[in-house]
Nanobody, 115 residues
Framework: VQLVESGGGLVQPGGSLRLSCSAS????????INWFRQAPGKEREWVAT????????AIADTVKGRFTISRDNAKNMAYLQMTRMNVEDTAVYYC?????????WGQGTQVTVSS
């Protein structure tokens, strides 16, 4: 199982960014995908989840209305669209999947919101 995040970078407050999570080594369509983030000096925080079959989504209250999670099962990809970003969104963002009761994580991608 491998998860690889991409799309991070520097963005100004109020800006947008789309993160991608490329998955391999398992039947992607069968598993929910999660996004987490970890800011400096803080614990890892859950951001969003998208289910496997119907693509139902759940979004943390801290980003609800600004972030959207999606997936493309044909491409084995998941996405996190981030809009109206603020400095509190600065963090390393990780995608994860629980496959056969084990939690797999990507290496993370840095997102910095700064003017």
């Amino acid at each position: 199982v491998q998860l690889v995040e991409s799309g991070g970078g520097l963005v100004q407050p109020g800006g947008s960014l789309r993160l991608s999570c490329s998955a391999s080594g398992f039947t992607f369509a069968d598993y929910a995908i999660n996004w987490f983030r970890q800011a400096p000096g803080k614990e890892r925080e859950w951001v969003a989840t998208i289910s496997s079959v119907y693509g139902n989504t759940a979004i943390a209250d801290t980003v609800k209305g600004r972030f959207t999670i999606s997936r493309d099962n044909a491409k084995n990809m998941a996405y996190l669209q981030m809009t109206r970003m603020n400095v509190e969104d600065t963090a390393v963002y990780y995608c994860s999947a629980r496959v056969r009761r084990y939690d797999y994580w990507g290496q993370g991608t840095q997102v910095t919101v700064s003017s």
